[in-house]
Every structure is written in structure tokens, then in C-alpha cells.
């Protein structure tokens, strides 16, 4: 039991008091972490904001809801029209989470009282929550890809190493295990980083991904001799849909790519130095998670003109 104990009080987190109770139990109902952002601790600039959405544009996941629209047999353009629809819905919400954590310097858990009562929060915690973990995981198996081809390149013997060591029915080869065992690893520092900290590593990512998105867009569109043979494909669905139901899933596959954000855009726009600005600034999310989306669809394309095949 002692040791029991010991753990517990290493694990369990430990919240100070906030402005409107003293420390022990009702350290859950108010605490610094759910207190208003106080002026001096708001870092984040409109551009930092603005910035943040060129991050979360060049985003793989992001790729994929237009690649695989197109590998559901949409033109390309009609993919991208299907994305830029639920981007602009999307926005509207994240607009307004955004409005609500710049004015009034609240987080979501605070933000959801309003809706579930200080009790019934907790459901609505725990269901985001599991949505993160789900979330991460797929992240982390997305970059797990990637160092396994990055490895292959290398050595290209990885390929076959250890190869049958786990059974058909894990759905997974020991070499993608290790990789995405070394991507988790590797991503595991920065979820200590704070908020304000995060939005210098927005900076550089804004700076670095851009040359790699033009760069493989240039790639791709010389490879499939221009944009003639991407745009002139048919709309060939597969699988019984009729176009507009392929339509209406791109969709909804675009908004579920950032509805997080819909909910919870107020944990970044806290910290937002200017209100008015900051919450604009999330007009970017259509622009630039559309453009990311061309450069899906015209590698997809792209890929079906150059090797047969997406």
C-alpha cells in the first residue's frame, strides 16, 4: 500500500489553486489552469495564430483526405471543390471557439460547463479524451510510415527484416512496430511543451514545409506533363456510390480533419495578444488546408497518370 501511495502521489497531477477557491477538493472546480489567461501571459500574436493553420495545412492527414477522394474515383477537381465545402463549414464554428478564448481567456474544459454543468463536463473530458488518444494513434502510425520508408531508403534491406516474426492476425510487421515505436519516442518530448512554447515550433515548421510542398507539387505536375492529364480524368466511382454520395463523403471526411479545432480552438486563442485579429486569423484555416489538399489530389492524380495506379 505504501508504495501504492508513493506512485499515486508522482502520477496524479497536482492542480495550484485558482482565484476562486483554496487547495484541496476544490482545487477540481476552480484552479491556475482553468483560470482566465492574464494579459501578460498572452504571447501569442495574430501572425503566430494565422501561422498556426500554414502549419496544420501541410499535415499528411490532410493529403490523404484529398488523395483518397480521388482514389475513390472523383476528378480531381471535383475533390478538391468537395474539401474547400467543408473547410468553409468547419471555419465557421472555429471562428466561433476562436472569438470565445480570445475575449473571455477560458479553455474548453471551462467552455463545456456552459453546455454539461460542472459535473457533466467530465463525460465530455473523457470523450475528448479518447478522441485524442484515437488521434494520436493515427498520427503516430502516419509517421511511423515515414521513417520506415526513410529507413528503407537508407537500407533498403529493412524491407524484410524479421519478417513473419508476428502472426497475419496482429495486422502489423515487426518493422512497422519499431517504427512506429521510434516516431512515438521521438514525439514524445514536445507534449510537454506549453502553449506558448508550441508556437515557435509553428514558426518553423511554416518555414521549412512550404519548400517540401512546393517541391513535390512541381514534381508532380512535371512528372504528369501538366495539368491537363490530372484534371482531364472521369469521375469513375467504385464500389456502387453515386457521385454525389462520394461528394458528400469528402465532405465530411474535410470536416472531420479539423473539427477538433470547432471545439477546442479556445486553447490556442487564450493566449492570443490581440482579440480582434486572432480570431480573423482563422479565416486562413480554408486557404491554406485547400491548397494542401490540391497538392493531395494533384499526387494523387498524378500517381494514376505516372504508374498506372494510386
Known amino acids: 500500500m505504501w508504495k501504492l501511495k508513493t506512485i499515486r502521489d508522482h502520477v496524479v497531477l497536482k492542480p495550484e489553486p485558482g482565484s476562486f477557491t483554496a487547495e484541496g477538493e476544490s482545487a477540481r472546480w476552480s484552479n491556475k489552469d482553468l483560470d482566465p489567461v492574464l494579459q501578460e501571459n498572452k504571447k501569442w500574436e495574430w501572425y503566430h495564430v494565422g501561422g498556426f493553420w500554414i502549419a496544420e495545412g501541410f499535415n499528411i492527414s490532410q493529403l490523404e483526405t484529398a488523395s483518397s477522394a480521388v482514389a475513390l474515383g472523383l476528378n480531381p477537381g471535383l475533390a478538391i471543390v468537395a474539401c474547400l465545402v467543408g473547410n468553409l463549414l468547419v471555419t465557421i464554428p472555429t471562428c466561433s471557439s476562436a472569438y470565445i478564448g480570445s475575449k473571455f481567456g477560458l479553455n474548453f474544459p471551462v467552455l463545456s460547463r456552459a453546455s454539461f454543468g460542472l459535473r457533466g463536463t467530465y463525460v465530455a473530458m473523457v470523450i475528448r479524451g479518447v478522441v485524442c488518444v484515437i488521434w494520436m494513434g493515427v498520427q503516430s502510425f502516419v509517421g511511423g510510415n515515414a521513417v520506415r520508408c526513410m529507413i528503407e531508403a537508407i537500407w533498403p534491406s529493412f524491407k524484410h527484416w524479421h519478417q513473419g ?29 506549453t502553449i ?77 495578444h490581440d482579440r480582434h485579429r486572432s480570431w480573423l486569423a482563422q479565416l486562413m484555416l480554408p486557404v ?21 495506379e494510386l
Not at 461528394?247 to 477538433?260: E, H, K, R, W, Y
Open 165 to 193: 516474426a508476428l502472426p497475419e492476425s496482429a495486422a502489423i510487421s515487426a518493422a512497422d512496430l519499431l517504427c512506429f515505436s521510434l516516431f512515438w519516442i521521438a514525439q514524445l518530448p514536445f507534449l510537454f511543451l
Open 196 to 272: 506558448n512554447a508550441l508556437r515557435w515550433m509553428f514558426i518553423i515548421k511554416i518555414v521549412i514545409m512550404p519548400f517540401f510542398g512546393v517541391a513535390l507539387f512541381t514534381w508532380a505536375l512535371t512528372a504528369a506533363h501538366g495539368w491537363g492529364p490530372l484534371f482531364d480524368m472521369p469521375t469513375q466511382i467504385s464500389g456502387g456510390w453515386s457521385v454525389g454520395y462520394a461528394f458528400c463523403s469528402t465532405i465530411t471526411a474535410a470536416i472531420s480533419s479539423n473539427a477538433t479545432f470547432a471545439i477546442n480552438m479556445s486553447d490556442i486563442t487564450r493566449f492570443a
Open 288 to 308: 491554406c488546408i485547400t491548397l494542401t489538399e490540391l497538392l493531395g489530389a494533384v499526387m494523387a492524380a498524378s500517381s494514376q497518370v505516372i504508374y498506372g
